[in-house]
């Protein structure tokens, strides 16, 4: 099975509310969408989002790492030699990890539909109850209830509240949104590299009393001595997201007990490859594992979900696709509320109205 021709187009997807945090505010989706097609017949999708204040990436980067780069590099390669395949589009280009992610979903899709059988079948999973957090934007306080109040309504039993206002009232919107809601209701903060070491420690004391399960990247994601401090002294669990893209960095984090948590995202390790064996790094030394994205499209949602399931995440953080007004897609996950249910065709079971029909 080798690479016959290959497809890159850009979509917008607007999302039904704006979505706010302390590095920046999104009002739609850029999906960069990629089709494999190959001279079996096959077809393969994947797709990346750019979050250029996280990874560095925008829309133009991505498209020219693809179409420069990493998709020549695979022309005329036998697909089914995975490791191959998988070397070839590590070296391809230095870092660019969401464009790299993108071609190794749209690989694992063909590897899938070449054994005829579902990605979660193909990564080894099986279909279970798999639930999903939703996502409180920053912002003054009484929205912010609002939009707690609501999301509960709708059926999710997990909130992650997004801090770091940098006004000093992070604290109280915590307990804000914590009191607004049932006690049922499981609540994760996610500061965004906002706060200092000082700031972070501080306000976990005060809010220990407020049943909140994990902090998350609450310092700069460079500082991972800074993160092992907090992690030291804070009395609730916290966890590494921007300070871990791949490998090399997730050990640093394993090594120092740096974090209770890591978070993994495809569009930061490069795609489903490097995500597993970080997944089998987090677990064999005791941590606890999220499976989280950024704001993205159907495709590498659904992708991971598969991952979330297939490895048994702790913490799902995969409400991305909730927000699309419209994913311009068939297929990819449902949600009923906060539970999401996946696809069950072959492959990803995503497709686009673009992309051309297989042979």
């Known amino acids: ?205 005060v809010l220990t009393d407020f049943d909140i399960d994990f902090i998350e990247q609450p310092v700069v994601s460079r500082d991972i001595q800074g993160l092992r401090e907090v992690t030291r002294q804070s009395p609730i669990p916290i966890a590494a997201d921007e300070s871990v893209f791949g490998t090399e960095q997730l050990l640093r984090i394993l090594d120092l007990q740096a974090a209770d948590i890591v978070n993994i995202k495809l569009m930061k390790c490069g795609g489903l490859s490097t995500a597993r064996i970080m997944a089998d790094l987090v677990r064999s030394a005791g941590f606890k594992l999220m499976v989280g994205s950024m704001m993205e499209g159907m495709a590498s949602v659904t992708a991971a979900a598969m991952f979330a399931t297939t490895y048994r995440a702790d913490y799902v953080d995969l409400d991305a696709a909730y927000f699309l007004s419209d994913p311009q897609a068939t297929g990819g996950i449902q949600y009923t509320g906060g539970s999401i249910a996946l696809p069950t065709g072959l492959g990803l079971g995503v497709d686009w109205p673009q992309a051309p029909q297989e042979e």
Not at 70 to 85: K, M, N, R, V, Y
């Open 1 to 205: 099975m080798k690479l016959k021709d290959y497809r890159v187009t850009r979509s917008i997807l607007s999302l039904t509310t704006p979505f706010h945090t302390a590095l920046r505010t999104v009002t739609a989706v850029e999906e960069i969408r990629v089709v494999l097609s190959t001279d079996v017949g096959l077809l393969g999708v994947g797709s990346a989002a750019p979050t250029a204040a996280i990874t560095g990436e925008t829309a133009p980067s991505i498209v020219a790492a693809l179409e420069e780069y990493i998709l020549p590099a695979l022309s005329d390669q036998e697909l089914t030699d995975i490791a191959g395949t998988q070397m070839i589009l590590a070296r391809s280009i230095v870092g660019n990890f969401s464009a790299k992610a993108a071609v190794d979903i749209a690989l694992h899709d063909l590897y899938a539909k070449h054994h005829n059988e579902s990605l979660l079948s193909y990564l080894g999973g099986i279909s279970r109850p798999l639930w999903t957090d939703a996502t409180v934007s920053l912002g003054e306080i009484t929205p912010m209830v609002e939009q707690a109040r609501g999301l509960v309504e709708q059926g999710f039993h997990h909130l992650k509240v997004k801090v770091g206002g940098h006004d000093g009232h992070d604290v109280e919107r915590v307990i804000a949104v914590r009191q607004a809601v049932p006690e049922t209701v499981q609540m994760w903060l996610d500061p965004n590299q906002a706060w200092t070491v000082r700031e972070s420690i501080a306000a976990a004391e």
